[in-house]
């Protein structure tokens, strides 16, 4: 059974490089696409962007200025780095499993990020 | 991007009623939509995909139908655990987008 994880600091100052890591197992990394997805408090759902195993990736144009997703298919984790964050961008990130035609399943818990001084 | 809309924005509903949300896309996006469920502190948890398929494990009281732009999820007899925010995902294009969410409260 594919399980995902989040992990990272819950905490980061503006302006600054919100990084993530997405750890899964139960399975290939190579079986799927790999997206992160967040919410912010009390709000909807965004999908940030994906990742495949051989480092394509798709991010939402909203943005795709900030965003960087990568892969370690040796370590079984995708990693997200959104970049100038502001008090916008706290939301709980999400990571989940995806095909290219498909929805996301399953979702890892969710981490929360503040972004504050 | 394909714009996802949802109504109402929350439903009361006693325990045993029926319960009725709708998901509208802003293009058709044929049968590719998906619901979630999703509960205070927890991830969301898919319940149908293509529309009217249920996912695993997930009881025979949710049903979804539709196809095109207009979509249904009914729950016929809604139980305690049920209370919760729905959202719809359209899964046609990149960017996915999902709805802005139903919350059926008590």
């Known amino acids: 059974q594919v399980q995902l994880q989040e992990s990272g600091p819950g905490l980061v100052k503006p302006s600054e490089t919100l990084s993530l890591t997405c750890a899964f197992s139960g399975g290939s990394i190579r079986s799927s696409y790999w997206s992160w997805v967040r919410q912010p408090p009390g709000k909807g759902l965004e999908w940030i962007g994906y990742?495949?195993?051989?480092?394509?990736?798709s991010y939402n144009p909203s943005l795709q200025s900030r965003v960087t997703i990568s892969v370690d298919t040796s370590k079984n984790q995708f990693s997200l780095k959104l970049s100038s964050v502001t008090a916008a961008d706290t939301a709980v990130y999400y990571c989940?499993?995806?095909?290219?035609?498909?929805?996301?399943?399953?979702w890892g818990q969710g981490i929360l990020v503040t972004v504050s001084s | 991007e394909i714009v996802m809309t949802q109504s109402p924005a929350t439903l009361s509903v006693s325990p045993g009623e029926r319960a009725t949300l709708s998901c509208r896309a802003s293009?058709?996006?044929?049968?590719?939509l998906a619901w979630y469920q999703q509960k205070p502190g927890q991830a969301p948890r898919l319940l149908i995909y293509g529309a009217s398929t249920r996912a695993t494990g997930i009881p025979a009281r949710f049903s979804g139908s539709g196809s095109g732009t207009d979509f249904t999820l009914t729950i016929s007899s809604l139980q305690s655990e049920d209370f919760a925010v729905y959202y719809c995902l359209q899964y046609s294009n990149w960017p996915r987008t999902f709805g802005p969410g139903a919350k059926v409260e008590i």
């Open positions: 293009q058709s996006v044929s049968s590719n």
């Open positions: 990742i495949y195993h051989g480092g394509s990736t």
């Open positions: 989940a499993a995806t095909g290219y035609y498909s929805w996301f399943d399953p």
